[in-house]
Structure formats: C-alpha cells, structure tokens
C-alpha cells in the first residue's frame, strides 16, 4: 500500500482567504483524487488529477474555487480559494491501489473557517 | 478531537459479539465493491473488497456478502473489539473507475 502524507493535517482560517493543501505519495502513482468530507458526511469526490493534464472535476466543484496542481507523480496540491465557513470540512487525497480497486487515504487536512 | 460521523446512523455492539454492517449501493454496473474503516482523525483505511461477480469474500474477522438482485453489501466482522470502533463505508467502484461512497455506518463496541 502507498503511504500518503498531508500538509497541514488542521487549520483554522479566516474567511475569504485561500488554503493550499499538500499531499505526498512515497511512490509513483498515475492518478490521484481530491475528496471533501463535510461533518458529520460520507467522501464526495471533488476531482482526479493526473500528472500532465488538467484536473478533471466532478459536479459541482470548479477549478476557480479548488484550483489543483499535479507537477510530477508523486506530488499534488489543492487549494481551497475564497473561503467561506461553508467550506469548513475535512479534505482527502487519494491514490489507487496496485490493483486499480481500492484507493488508500491519506489522514485528511480538518479545515475550520471562521 | 472532533469525530467523524456525529450524525451517521450508529450500531452498538457488546465486545465478542458478532457485527453487520449493512450498506445500500446505487449503480448496477459498478464492478468492485470496498469496504474502508474510518477512526476519527483519520483517513479511511482499505478493509476488504469483492469483485461483482462473486457473492461472499472472507478475510481476517471480516466477511462481505453482496447481494446483486437488491443491490446490497453488508460486513459481517466476528468477535468484535474495542479497536472495531470507527466509522464504516462502502464504496462501489463505478463503471468510469471513480469511487462511489455510501453514508457510513458507526460502530461503537462496549464491553
């Protein structure tokens, strides 16, 4: 299994403002996904980046708002731009298995907006 | 710190017991079906998972059965431990390779 690491795994912010988060992968993987998970909710895809290309979003979810960046295949970020409290969840990356079934999590980024 | 869940459907068992956890899936030609466990402050972590053309898979403690006429997934996890308290989903593993997340079931094991 790829282990996967997210920065920053909390913060509280101010409204308005943007967040950008990181997340690592120990090795070289095609795709990975973006994942809002609101209090209290179940994991609603918000979009699969691969590397080399655009970002493909679900519905609902749009690049001005969750810009995404995959610079290499190990790396990618999400911001969250112009926050508002409504936009205060937990946010997961993910990146397919060997097997391309199950997808492995990384430990989530808890964002608070005030 | 702040759990996951606060509001998801919630099932208590007595440690030992056996647990099922049931979950209702929406798309027929979905291929793979997954179970993740989800304590809190963490990421979901992969449990077991079942091609769509069996019905029963069986791994360590945990069993999961589909029923494709109703569409249905349960986990069955035998002798349940305190370390099983955590949020439960399904994911079906759609026709255009994208996961599919049911609501989640809490499962909370007191002695």
């Known amino acids: 299994s790829a282990v996967i690491s997210q920065k920053p795994s909390r913060d509280i912010c101010q409204r308005g403002t943007s967040l950008t988060i990181q997340c690592q992968v120990d090795?070289?993987?095609?795709?990975m996904f973006w994942y809002r998970q609101q209090p209290g909710q179940s994991l609603t895809l918000i979009a699969t980046a691969n590397q080399g290309s655009e970002a493909t979003y679900e519905s609902g979810f749009v690049i001005d708002k969750f810009p995404i960046s995959r610079p290499n295949l190990t790396f990618s970020t999400l911001t969250v731009s112009n926050m508002s409290p409504e936009d205060s969840s937990i946010y997961l990356c993910?990146?397919?298995?060997?097997?391309?079934?199950?997808?492995?999590f990384g430990q989530g980024t808890r964002l608070t907006v005030v | 710190g702040e759990s996951v869940g606060l509001h998801l459907p919630t099932l208590s068992v007595q440690e030992g017991d056996n647990s099922i956890i049931n979950c209702a899936y929406s798309?027929?030609?979905?291929?793979?079906f997954i179970w993740y466990k989800q304590e809190s402050g963490k990421g979901p972590q992969f449990i077991i998972d079942?091609?769509?053309?069996?019905d029963k898979r069986q791994g360590q403690r945990v069993t999961v059965l589909l029923n494709k006429t109703v569409k249905h997934l349960s986990l069955q996890i035998a002798a349940t431990q305190p370390g099983d308290s955590a949020v439960y989903f399904c994911?079906?593993?759609?026709?255009?390779?994208?996961?599919?997340f049911g609501t989640g079931t809490r499962l909370q094991v007191f002695p």
């Open positions: 079942i091609r769509s053309n069996m």
């Open positions: 994911a079906e593993n759609t026709d255009t390779d994208k996961l599919i």
């Open positions: 090795s070289q993987v095609t795709m």
């Open positions: 993910s990146v397919e298995g060997a097997r391309d079934t199950e997808a492995f």
């Open positions: 798309n027929s030609a979905s291929d793979y």
